[in-house]
């Protein structure tokens, strides 16, 4: 076995021990710190090797950001009802023109 194969089969085994659905709930431990070496890097071969988890977790360190943005305290009633109409409005829209 070739040094490049052996490279190769431990990319392997370190990427493809993760799935995508493992990627997104584990997203939240990564973004905190939280995971462990070998979980860590297992997470960042996945993302070397998945454009779609990647764009995932720029959506979630995005969404993380805009919601750090948002004042402290409730939502104005008038807000809330807005955002609820809003909400189920689009849900039925989806429903109608997927």
């Given at each position: 076995m070739t040094r490049d194969d052996l490279k190769n089969r431990m990319i392997n085994y370190l990427a493809g021990q993760l799935t995508c659905k493992e990627v997104t709930e584990a997203v939240t431990d990564y973004l905190e710190g939280n995971l462990g070496f070998v979980e860590?890097?297992?997470?960042?071969?996945?993302?070397?090797?998945?454009?779609?988890?990647?764009?995932?977790?720029?959506?979630?360190?995005?969404?993380?950001?805009?919601?750090?943005?948002?004042?402290?305290?409730?939502i104005p009633l008038a807000v809330r009802d807005e955002l609820l109409q809003r909400f189920r409005t689009w849900k039925a829209d989806r429903t109608v023109n997927p």
């Open positions: 860590w890097m297992r997470f960042q071969m996945h993302l070397g090797l998945c454009q779609g988890c990647r764009r995932y977790l720029r959506q979630m360190r995005l969404t993380l950001r805009t919601l750090g943005t948002l004042p402290m305290g409730p």
